[in-house]
Structures are given as structure tokens and as C-alpha cells.
């Protein structure tokens, strides 16, 4: 099945600093790969997600790469604030419907002010 | 404004004494989730319903039962809570196209 691999386990970074998460995947037939921010107390959120037919998606301070032949991706956050600390998941899913999703193990960020 | 709530926030039960967490939605999203997530770890999927298409684990013990009356919400029930079910669970929903939209989780105390 699935498997996702996600590092770093942890991640600090000074206010201002760029701040990268990458993620494996293991099926080639994975296609939609969401990230997700999750604080202290509250569910997931949905940050950005890409599909697999684009190589770049860019939404202000954060971007997401996908390199399909590596089945690598990855998540950038440029300026970091410190409302940026948080646990970050990367997910993988097989076709359509997403039913099963598989989450990576989470990246806890810390930006330090 | 919300579109995925979670009933109750938290919940203590005491060992042994059955369950019931709610979710409701109004994105009117046909695939409904629920997640185990204990800390520090991933959300882990216990079962999802695909309209009244009811699709469990392989790994979900038997003690975690679930119902879904119609569209809008949809019911998490433990039988018989064990210390080992303390976690957040989490309520999440999506349309075919992939994108899940979670709820901010009940935190379930297991005494």
C-alpha cells in the first residue's frame, strides 16, 4: 500500500527564514497531494494541494513542488511569521474521491520571533 | 460560517461506558471520514461513508461503530471505551475531487 514519508520530525527556524518540508510517496499512481497545518487543539486545515499533472503551485508565502519521476514533493514557506508555528502534514491519494488519503508523519514548526 | 462541526469539544467518558460523537456539515459533501489521532502522530482513518456506502478498515476495532442518518451528519459511536481510545477525533468531508475539510476534533477523556 501507501506510504508516506515525511522530514523533518521537527523544524525551527528564525522569524523571517524560508522553512522547507519534504515528503516521499511510494504509489506512482498517487495523484493529488494536499499539506495540511494543524495547531494546537484545532483539526486540520487545508494550506495548498497540488495534482499531479503540475510540476509548481505558489499561493502568497507558500509553494509546493511535485517531481512525479522522484515521487517527491515538497512544501516552501518564504518569510516565515510566527503564526506559522504549527504541525504540518503532507498527504498522498490514488484517484478520484480521495477516500483514502495517507498522511505523512507531521513536521512540527517552530518560528522563533 | 462553519462547514465541518464537531460535538461535542471534549468528551469524558469513563471506561467501559459507550460513546456518541457528532459531526455535521453543511458543504452538502457526499464522502464524510473519521479520524483517530493520538499526539503527536498523523490522523489515522477509521471509516468513511460514501453517501450511505459505509467503508471500514481493515484495522478499526469493532468496538468503533458508526451511522449516518442522511447528508449532514454523521455519528462515531464507541461501545465499550478502553484507555487506549483517549485521542482527538477528528470529522472530515469531501466531494469526489480529493480535498478533505476537517472539523476542529473532539478530545475524548478516557477516566
Known amino acids: 500500500g501507501e506510504n508516506v514519508e515525511q522530514h523533518p520530525s521537527t523544524l525551527s527556524v528564525q522569524e523571517g527564514d524560508s522553512a522547507v518540508i519534504k515528503c516521499t510517496y511510494s504509489d506512482s499512481a498517487s495523484n493529488y497531494f494536499p499539506w495540511y497545518k494543524q495547531e494546537l487543539g484545532k483539526g486540520p486545515q487545508l494550506i495548498i494541494d497540488?495534482?499531479?499533472?503540475?510540476g509548481e503551485k505558489k499561493d502568497q508565502r507558500i509553494a509546493v513542488t511535485l517531481n512525479k519521476t522522484a515521487k517527491h514533493f515538497s512544501l516552501h514557506i518564504t518569510e516565515t511569521q510566527p503564526e506559522d508555528s504549527a504541525v504540518y502534514f503532507c498527504?498522498?491519494?490514488?484517484?478520484?474521491?480521495?477516500?483514502?488519503?495517507?498522511f505523512g508523519a507531521g513536521t512540527r514548526l517552530f518560528v522563533k520571533a | 460560517d462553519a462547514m465541518v462541526i464537531q460535538n461535542p469539544r471534549y468528551q469524558v467518558t469513563q471506561f467501559g461506558k459507550p460513546v456518541t460523537l457528532s459531526c455535521s456539515q453543511t458543504l452538502n459533501h457526499n464522502v464524510m471520514y473519521w479520524y483517530q489521532q493520538k499526539s503527536s502522530q498523523a490522523p489515522k482513518l477509521l471509516f468513511h461513508y460514501y453517501d450511505k456506502d459505509f467503508n471500514n478498515e481493515a484495522d478499526t476495532p469493532d468496538n468503533f461503530q458508526s451511522r449516518r442518518p442522511n447528508t449532514s451528519f454523521c455519528f462515531l459511536d464507541i461501545r465499550s471505551p478502553g484507555l487506549g481510545d483517549a485521542a482527538m477525533y477528528l470529522c472530515a468531508t469531501s466531494t469526489r475531487a480529493d480535498t478533505q475539510y476537517f472539523g476542529p476534533g473532539t478530545r475524548l477523556t478516557v477516566l
Open positions: 497540488i495534482r499531479s499533472n503540475v
Open positions: 498527504a498522498a491519494s490514488t484517484g478520484t474521491g480521495g477516500f483514502k488519503t495517507i
